[in-house]
T-cell receptor, first 110, second 115 residues
């Protein structure tokens, strides 16, 4: 029973444009949300996070939005760069364990 | 200078064999984990150790046995390997467990193929 879902397995975007990645969760007890980025043959690396008491967190080109009532979060990458091509995992925790989505593969076209 | 390193990176073996994957972290973290990424690409937690003590043990067959000789090492031993064990296994560490930040540092993964 997957509690974190990323319904779009892939996303293709032109360099310089915005990438929007979506994530839905079912467990209302989750109180901290994260995005991880993964390149081929490497482990995931932490990208950005947001606490449930906030609705937005920004770090450079990356912004995460949280809509608790909809149990939805999104990651915006502006502007998208070729080095952003990777798999992005959404994750959530409730102080016990980290639950991951299946990932969205982002391809940034030149 | 790799923060979380796991060996081997690739492992091909026959059904029924026993194999181990080793993990070491040099970050001084207190908590270590094993995650399994299956064919559907989900990352699922298997085990978590805090200061050599098992704190998370998900529904994993008894054939999987983690061992933590010290807080910098967490090894995974798998007995009687089955076809369904084929996956990429990721080791990870964090300073205080997922409570608070949830930030994990992952190794590069060990791809296990069972024939």
């Amino acid at each position: 029973d997957q509690q974190v879902k990323q319904n779009s397995p892939s996303l293709s975007v032109q360099e310089g444009r915005i990438s929007i990645l979506n994530c839905d969760y079912t467990n209302s007890m989750f109180d901290y949300f994260l995005w991880y980025k993964k390149y081929p043959a490497e482990g995931p690396t932490f990208l950005i996070s947001i606490s449930s008491i906030k609705d937005k967190n920004e770090d450079g080109r990356f912004t995460v939005f949280l809509n608790k009532s909809a149990k939805h979060l999104s990651l915006h990458i502006v502007p998208s760069q070729p080095g952003d091509s990777a798999v992005y995992f959404c994750a959530a925790t409730n102080d016990y364990k980290l639950s991951f989505g299946a990932g969205t593969t982002v391809t940034v076209r030149a | 200078d790799t923060a979380v390193s796991q060996t081997p990176k690739y492992l091909v073996t026959q059904m029924g064999n026993d194999k181990s994957i080793k993990c070491e972290q040099n970050l001084g973290h207190d908590t270590m984990y094993w995650y399994k990424q299956d064919s559907k690409k989900f990352l699922k937690i298997m085990f978590s150790y805090n200061n050599k003590e098992l704190i998370i043990n998900e529904t994993v067959p008894n054939r999987f046995s983690p061992k933590s000789p010290d807080k910098a090492h967490l090894n995974l031993h798998i007995n009687s390997l089955e076809l369904g064990d084929s996956a990429v296994y990721f080791c990870a560490s964090s300073q205080e467990g997922v409570a608070g930040t949830g930030e994990l540092f992952f190794g590069e993964g060990s791809r296990l193929t069972v024939l």
